[in-house]
């Protein structure tokens, strides 16, 4: 099967090829002015579409350096309590340009990352004490030979009732599946319910209460009887 963006280079192959043709037509052979102008950019655009096909993404990662990262937490890691840090361990000497940290609901946490251009193998990131989450996910980026950008990714949780993260996001996305929802969709776990049984319904005063004492009673009602 060929692949789309080979089918759209090759018809705009064919559009430029077609649009010079009229052009050496109209003009008998001989290439006008104007002629030559649109040819130009004709091919220049063409030059461009095949540079942006050709060229693979930019932080597509064809070393496989993401493969032979190693992070503390080690991916999908259940612990026992949270971590203190953060720590990256690359096969060579990268710049570190991106260290975030986020929990299930994308919830980010200010870990204070400031980029440094120094070129090292092995970043440790002190991060602050960490809220009881389902999971958290470091998502990192460098800067690798050639400034190549490259991304990448670890999660882990914590705590006496943590589950693997991939489990928890195949649950996820079981769910999802479930009620056909698209890829762009997230899941947000329902707040709990509180079911209460055997309780009386309160009881709830008049907003106001009038008191009155024997002997403005009975002026009051006296008053109210003679006639005006």
Known sequence: MIDDDILRHQFFVVVVMGFVAMDVINSGIALKSYSFQKLSIALLGLGMWH???AQPLYDEDVTGISIE???VPVD????FEAPGQLQLEFPYDVRLVKLTLRNELRDWVDINFRYDPALQERFLWNIPELMAATYYTADW???AANDRL???SFS???????????AIKAAEALVLGSIGAGPNTRFVTPPR????LNQDQPNYDPPFTIKLENGQAEQSLGSSAEPR
Not at 76 to 79: Q, T
Not at 156 to 166: I, L, T, W
Not at 193 to 196: A, R, S, V
């Open 76 to 79: 999908d890691s259940v612990l």
């Open 193 to 196: 319910t509180n079911i209460i």
């Open 150 to 152: 490259i991304r990448g």
């Open 156 to 166: 882990f949780s914590f705590g006496p009732e943590a589950e693997a993260p991939s």
């Open 69 to 71: 990262t190693e992070t």
């Open 51 to 53: 540079s942006a096909v």
């Open 141 to 143: 980026a460098i800067l």
